[in-house]
């Protein structure tokens, strides 16, 4: 399978199956409900996970969740545990709604503190790290490959953490002490503080898939600072760390990113209630992971219609597919994971056995689960077809209405009608 990498800006194959795949992807900070931006990784992460294990793949996914963070003190100054829990369950409540299972591991920073502690320790053996003031910093300038993932270039970085107790304005905190209002922390050969976000995630990745492991996963937004940061550090550390990154595009809302920090936010439990979950994976498929997707009304009723559309051939009789179209389908998915293609060749399929199999790899194979309509409906519907083929207009209208009295609608179609629950 070719898959894009950062590295290279060219696509790199996965070995041949069978055999392991582990797969890292960066969760969100939690401070409040997550918003349908948010999603993207994990429904792109659950999607990959599922289609490498139907090419006979072992895979093991992480996706962390950052329960320990700048961002989570300011929401809830003093409370900021409670805030952290509460905020995890929604988390895990709104994404298992999508249906699409869960990962093999979901650690929180909070749970890998020994890890973080012992790795910062390892750095500051090698140099590479060093204490001021109960803080803990990485010397960027010690490591030459820094800036290799995002393009950056070191010597124009800005310092987005102006402390007067760093060496370099570049480097960046690998472990913070304890100040005033922040209570969480734990004890560590610096004194009481906690992580950095950076090193967070190189730990709980190594805990899970060792010092190397094929796939990075995450928003585009986290390539600068926090992929190059994670890399740099367990590089430093002597990991070889990720082999593959893949950056997801953000969403957009009127040509902005969704972002919280925006407040242009739609939460994906909303986003849920008002849509449904087979309407959110559709929108997503028809965007390519790598680039951004537009976000608004019209382009999540777009995708109800192609929805609908499938629920539509499940409705009608199954028609065997022509040869080799499952093959078209898995070299859209081979190449780059191209999933608006994949969708592309789906829409032509009429073989139900052979699209509810493909469905079931994003989520969608409730789309085939299509209710039956009573027999006195269809027997109602078929006395309709009869009236306007006899051009009794009156009577066929009549009888329309007599079916949606009864909570259905009986649709015209090339063969025939079609029963739809209303």
């Known amino acids: 399978m070719r898959l894009y990498d950062t590295l290279t800006r060219g696509k790199q194959e996965l070995p041949p199956a069978p055999g392991p795949v582990r797969m890292y992807t960066c969760g969100p900070t939690v401070y409040q409900r997550i918003h349908i931006g948010n999603a993207r990784p994990f429904v792109i992460s659950m999607w990959l996970r599922r289609?490498?294990?139907?090419?006979?793949?072992?895979?093991?996914?992480?996706?962390?969740?950052?329960?320990?963070?700048?961002?989570?003190?300011?929401?809830?100054?003093?409370?900021?545990?409670?805030?952290?829990?509460?905020?995890?369950?929604?988390?895990?409540?709104?994404?298992?709604?999508?249906?699409?299972?869960?990962?093999?591991?979901?650690?929180?920073?909070?749970?890998?503190?020994?890890?973080?502690?012992?790795?910062?320790?390892?750095?500051?053996?090698?140099?590479?790290?060093?204490?001021?003031?109960?803080?803990?910093?990485?010397?960027?300038?010690?490591?030459?490959?820094?800036?290799?993932?995002?393009?950056?270039?070191?010597?124009?970085?800005?310092?987005?953490?102006?402390?007067?107790?760093?060496?370099?304005?570049?480097?960046?905190?690998?472990?913070?002490?304890?100040?005033?209002?922040?209570?969480?922390?734990?004890?560590?050969?610096?004194?009481?503080?906690?992580?950095?976000?950076?090193?967070?995630?190189?730990?709980?990745?190594?805990?899970?898939?060792?010092?190397?492991?094929?796939?990075?996963?995450?928003?585009?937004?986290?390539?600068?600072?926090?992929?190059?940061?994670?890399?740099?550090?367990?590089?430093?550390?002597?990991?070889?760390?990720?082999?593959?990154?893949?950056?997801?595009?953000?969403?957009?809302?009127?040509?902005?990113?969704?972002?919280?920090?925006?407040?242009?936010?739609?939460?994906?439990?909303?986003?849920?209630?008002?849509?449904?979950?087979?309407?959110?994976?559709?929108?997503f498929l028809t965007g390519h992971w790598s680039k951004p997707i537009d976000f608004s009304d019209d382009t999540l009723a777009a995708a109800a219609s192609r929805v609908e559309r499938f629920r539509d051939v499940f409705r009608g009789p199954s028609v065997p597919a022509r040869a080799r179209e499952w093959e078209r389908f898995e070299a859209a998915l081979e190449d780059d994971f191209n999933t608006p293609e994949a969708l592309a060749v789906l829409h032509g399929w009429r073989d139900h056995e052979l699209l509810r199999r493909a469905l079931d790899i994003f989520g969608l194979a409730s789309l085939a689960d299509v209710q039956e309509a009573p027999t006195e409906i269809v027997a109602l519907a078929r006395r309709r077809q009869e009236a306007r083929a006899a051009r009794d207009f009156q009577e066929a209208d009549r009888l329309r209405a007599e079916i949606e009295a009864a909570g259905w609608e009986a649709r015209d179609v090339v063969d025939g009608f079609q029963l739809v629950p209303r």
């Open 51 to 283: 289609w490498l294990a139907t090419r006979g793949y072992d895979v093991n996914l992480v996706e962390n969740i950052t329960d320990v963070n700048d961002k989570i003190y300011d929401a809830a100054p003093g409370h900021s545990a409670e805030l952290a829990a509460q905020a995890s369950q929604w988390y895990v409540e709104d994404t298992e709604q999508l249906g699409l299972g869960r990962p093999d591991h979901e650690p929180k920073a909070t749970e890998t503190i020994p890890e973080i502690v012992a790795l910062i320790e390892e750095l500051v053996s090698g140099e590479y790290a060093y204490e001021a003031g109960g803080d803990v910093y990485f010397r960027v300038a010690r490591f030459p490959d820094y800036g290799r993932l995002s393009g950056q270039r070191p010597e124009q970085l800005e310092d987005d953490d102006p402390s007067p107790l760093k060496e370099d304005p570049r480097d960046f905190a690998l472990w913070k002490a304890t100040k005033e209002g922040e209570d969480t922390s734990w004890e560590s050969p610096w004194g009481r503080g906690r992580p950095g976000w950076h090193i967070e995630c190189s730990a709980m990745a190594e805990k899970f898939l060792g010092p190397s492991f094929e796939i990075h996963l995450g928003g585009l937004d986290l390539v600068f600072p926090h992929h190059e940061n994670e890399r740099a550090q367990s590089r430093a550390a002597g990991r070889e760390f990720a082999q593959l990154w893949m950056h997801n595009g953000m969403l957009e809302f009127v040509g902005e990113k969704m972002s919280k920090s925006l407040g242009n936010v739609a939460s994906l439990h909303d986003v849920i209630e008002k849509w449904g979950r087979e309407t959110i994976l559709v929108f």
